[in-house]
């Protein structure tokens, strides 16, 4: 058993919910105790769609156990695919009815139903959503997919190609695939397929008259390109293009495979992003420090962003899915960290609060971490909440994507000019600790003596890092002097934990047995760059 | 595996309820640890499930999971899922390491849910084994919140009747008590007490109480009024320790505020009097704040989807105190004694329905359509997009809307949306 207060990812069957969702004409039977319509309204609610999901549930109770759970299901197949008339029908189990064996496939396959049915084997208790997701669409494809069809003669026609991977409920996928379009369009690229988001089963089955696939998110759609791969000897394009430089990348590998010339899309000017990161008041973003977590693909893209694209180091990697484990390793190897994988988010907390990050990137979780710790945070992955699926266009890819993501990870770090001036007047009171936020309305009173623990509600950010339990020397770490503990405090309070640990790091390396003021100002002298 | 039955309810009126079998867009019992934790601020809740149980928990307490909650999920894992000792040893462990986390915690619930029930993992002789190694210091219960046994407000009853036999029994000749019982807000739960003890009732306990260390003595002597309608299995957890139900509507609104605490009153023999004058200014203030929401709400017409089984009292305010016509008022589970008095004062040809045919029960919405359809928030939007104004019926459990002061809120729980249609032109 695991204890879990929280998780990066749901089931499996979740997954084969988010395909389904994702699909027309796709209908998903789904063998379940009451209760499981729960994941519904992650549907409607956090994606904000205004369709129920098209999935059934059959609802056995404790009465129906050991008697007709076999024919409740074959039932709910019955009344479903008369309802709702669907072109091909997924079938299969929640973690209660894979414990209760009904064999979704076969009672399925048993019924001599007027549609295709795509049986499904989701282990519940060895795997989760992400896997669920990719193992349904390949299981679609498989199962749909027109062995024969291949594509026509070049001759006088645009290349075509497939796009894979995009589903309900991934993080920025609506809009990702505008800007992939922007791009095909912009190389004279049609799209046969995109799948499975807004594909019909009979779209499915004619994967097979494109040119070649490109696999927007390895998590999901990689599994079924490699099998249209082997099967239809179509090839793949798997650069993920997140980034301006993995959209470049992706655009020339794409104009490689189509056989096109890659200048119309490379001379795309849309992208900001590389002239923002030049320009002056960007220095100062210069080495801060990042800590990046998310699910594999992400995660390694935000790396290469952070590092060759705003300058930052990345002093910690790591994903949730495991699948991913191997990717994560190899990108965390290339800037000098340890990769952290794991789906524990107790961990990551330890993880980030050991790495000092003045950035994090992460997930709807490392946001909250985040919080806690008082460190500047963006969301660059799912799971997220709903304030991430945004009305107005925000993609991750492409160059209009990389001007969201400088964006959106420039505005929580404090900026350049903004930062000077703090440093500047860190002694003026309105600087101080005690002033608080100047934007945020006083309503506490302060305490008298400034020499006192923070206790200013307003700062329960700066608050957070300087409780005994977060910043207390470590047994054997030097005994600060008052002076120099009242210095500190004086350093704006997001940079004051780094400060703090790079000064008792100093002293223990020096053997200082005490930190005085002298001490304080070798190790900033020392650590200087 | 549908089946539909038209019975008669024993009610004044005798409706016919319609009932349904098929697909259910309910949640299961372990939803009822969201609010519950928060009502008793000593105890854990344990699931012992999969993934999926976690994930739904996630999902229903939404931002509340950051602030260290008091619950988590043990998930099996396919090795668990081997030998039933090896699982005994698992949760062992788990316990352990969870009381070592959190030393504070007075009462952990090992909370049963489908995956575990289904392999008959015994919950309930793992929390006996537990609570003999963790005695005095934490005391260890078992309940079952899985979606095969409960739906959503039930897990708080499964829970509640847990409770009862650790209750302290109540002195043989001692006086009379009063119990409340049924989770309330505390800001509702101390009106009410305040009144009681206005009415001359002085000796008024609450189960759940605050601190599950606290729980409130019963016995013979005990009178208990249910604050809410889905607790049948605690009433009768009650009832085998000899305490007797005060028959009344449920406190929502104006007129069932007035007949709960007029329940109490009688059976402890405060003058008629004395009661119109303690209860009379609250009175007017329901009263006057319902008023606000009249206007937009007289004539409206009303569909509940089933969800806590607090539809029918809801159902019931809404058309004795607002003027609303209910056109279905469907229920998970139908108390037949607990809701009689409710049901008699719904408008006759009000459709009751039992259970749930999803599906069915989305077309007689669509035939029907009413100005208003209260239901789970997996059909509101779509509901929305096909035009027909919704209240998601959730929040109807996490708000207070029991008492005298809170029945403007409830009112405006059910116009907000009415108003918001008529507000926006885009």
């Known amino acids: ?109 048993a019924m001599d139903l007027p549609c295709p049915v795509i049986p499904l084997e989701l282990p519940s208790y060895q795997r989760k959503e992400n896997w669920g997701a990719a193992e349904t669409f390949y299981q679609i494809v498989r199962k749909l ?146 800590f990046i977590f998310g699910d594999g693909t992400h995660a390694v893209a935000a790396a290469r962003i952070a590092s060759e694209e705003l300058g930052f180091e990345v002093c910690g990697l790591g994903c949730y899915n495991r699948e991913f484990a191997r990717d994560v390793r190899a ?83 404090v900026m350049g000019l903004e930062e000077h001036l703090l440093t500047m007047f860190r002694d003026d009171f309105e600087f101080s600790d005690d002033a608080g936020a100047s934007h945020l309305h006083r309503t506490l009173p302060k305490t008298a003596d400034a020499a006192q623990p923070v206790e200013d509600t307003a700062l329960v950010a700066a ?25 500190l405090k004086k350093i704006p309070f997001f940079v004051r934990g780094k400060a703090r640990r790079n000064t008792e790091n100093f002293a223990s390396a020096s053997g200082r047995a005490e930190i005085d003021l002298a001490t304080l100002y070798d190790a900033k002298a020392h650590y200087a760059r | 595996m549908t089946t539909e039955v038209l019975i008669p309810v024993q009610g004044a009126d005798c409706a016919p309820v319609l009932r349904e079998r098929g697909q259910r867009e309910v949640f299961c019992g372990l939803t009822g640890i969201i609010w519950l934790h928060r009502k008793m601020q000593d105890a854990f809740f344990l699931v012992v499930g999969s993934r999926t149980c976690a994930h739904l928990l996630q999902s229903a307490a939404g931002v509340m999971i950051f602030a260290e909650p008091r619950f988590a999920t043990a998930i099996m894992e396919e090795r668990d899922l081997a030998g039933l000792v090896d699982c005994h040893d698992e949760l062992d ?53 899985s979606g095969i046994e409960t739906t959503f407000t039930e897990g708080e009853d499964a829970c509640l009747a847990t409770l009862v036999p650790e209750m302290p029994a109540a002195n043989g000749d001692a006086a009379p008590n009063l119990l409340i019982v049924g989770a309330l807000p505390d800001i509702v739960e101390d009106q009410f007490m305040r009144l009681f003890a206005e009415l001359g009732i002085t000796n008024v306990g609450s ?9 409130p003595a019963v016995g013979p002597q005990t009178l208990y009024l249910l604050a809410q309608p889905f607790l049948g299995a605690t009433a009768l957890a009650l009832e085998d320790r000899g305490a007797t139900r005060l028959d009344a509507l449920f406190p929502f609104g104006a007129e069932g505020t007035t007949d709960w605490l007029r329940a109490a009153a009688e059976a402890f023999g405060v003058d008629p009097m004395h009661f119109n004058r303690v209860i009379a200014p609250g009175r007017e203030r329901a009263k006057r704040a319902i008023e606000h929401s009249r206007e937009r709400l007289t004539g409206k017409r009303i569909t509940f989807l ?74 509101a939007n779509p509901l929305e997009a096909e035009g027909l104004s919704t209240k998601w019926a959730i929040e109807l459990v996490f708000s207070p809307i029991h008492g005298f002061e809170q029945a403007g809120d409830l009112a405006e729980l059910f116009a907000r949306p009415l108003r918001r249609r008529d507000i926006l032109k885009v």
Not at chain 2, 113 to 128: R, Y
Not at chain 2, 309 to 330: K, W, Y
Request: glycine fraction near 6%.
């Open chain 1, 1 to 109: 058993m695991q204890l879990a207060v929280w998780t990066y990812e749901g089931p499996p069957h979740v997954g084969a919910m988010r395909v389904a969702t994702a699909m027309e004409g796709m209908h998903y039977v789904l063998h379940a105790p009451q209760g499981d319509t729960y994941a519904d309204l992650l549907f409607t609610m956090i994606e904000r769609r205004a369709k129920r999901p098209p999935v059934t549930y059959t609802t056995f109770q404790a009465r129906d156990l050991g008697k007709d759970t076999a024919t409740l299901f074959q039932d709910a197949v019955r009344e479903a695919v008369d309802r709702f008339k669907p072109q091909a029908l997924m079938v299969g189990a929640s973690c209660t009815a894979e414990l209760i064996q009904d064999d979704p496939a076969g009672l399925a396959e």
């Open chain 1, 145 to 290: 997919v027109d062995k024969d069809l291949r594509p026509a003669p070049r001759e006088g026609r645009q290349p075509l190609v497939n796009i894979l991977g995009p589903t309900a409920l991934g993080f920025r996928h609506r809009d990702d695939l505008v800007e992939v379009r922007k791009i095909l369009d912009a190389l004279g690229i049609a799209v046969n397929c995109v799948a499975p988001l807004g594909a019909s089963p009979a779209d499915i089955i004619r994967l097979g008259a494109a040119d070649f696939n490109i696999v927007m998110y390895p998590e999901i759609g990689d599994e079924a390109s490699r099998w249209l791969e082997r099967t239809l000897n179509q090839p793949a394009v798997r650069i993920v293009p997140i980034g301006v430089s993995a959209t470049r990348e992706f655009i020339a590998a794409v104009a490689t495979l189509a056989g096109v010339d890659p200048a119309p899309a490379l001379a795309d000017n849309a992208s900001r992003m590389p002239w923002w990161s030049r320009s002056v008041d960007s220095t100062y973003l210069t080495g801060k420090r990042v």
């Open chain 1, 331 to 413: 990108a965390a190897a290339r800037y000098g960290v340890e990769a952290l994988i794991t789906d524990d988010h107790l961990a990551v907390e330890d993880a980030i609060a050991a790495a000092t990050p003045e950035l994090v990137l992460g997930t709807q979780m490392e946001r909250h971490i985040a919080k806690r710790l008082g460190l500047p945070c963006a969301v660059i992955s799912s799971p997220v909440h709903v304030q991430d699926f945004p009305a107005r266009h925000s993609p991750q890819m492409g160059f209009e994507g990389a001007n969201v993501i400088f964006d959106s990870w420039v505005h929580p770090l």
């Open chain 1, 463 to 487: 608050q957070d890092l300087d409780t005994p339990s977060t910043i207390q020397p470590a047994q054997g770490t030097a005994a600060w002097t008052t002076e120099a503990e009242r210095e």
């Open chain 2, 93 to 145: 462990r788990i316990v352990e390491r969870l009381l070592k986390r959190r030393p504070d915690i007075r009462t952990l619930f090992l909370v049963g849910s489908c995956p575990s029930e289904v392999i008959k993992l015994d919950l309930h002789k793992a929390a006996q084994r537990l609570d003999a190694l963790n005695a005095p210091q934490t005391r260890i219960l078992n309940y079952s919140g």
């Open chain 2, 207 to 215: 189960l759940p109480a605050r601190k599950v260390a606290d729980l």
């Open chain 2, 306 to 379: 089933p969800d806590s089984q607090l539809e029918v009292p809801l159902a019931r305010f809404l058309s004795n105190e607002l003027g609303m016509i209910p056109v279905e008022v469907g229920t998970p589970y139908l108390h037949r004694d607990h809701t009689a008095r409710e049901v008699a004062l719904l408008p006759a040809g009000t459709r009751i329905s039992e259970g749930q045919h999803l599906d069915r029960q989305l077309d007689r919405v669509r035939a029907d359509r009413p100005d208003l359809t209260v239901c789970g928030l997996g059909l």
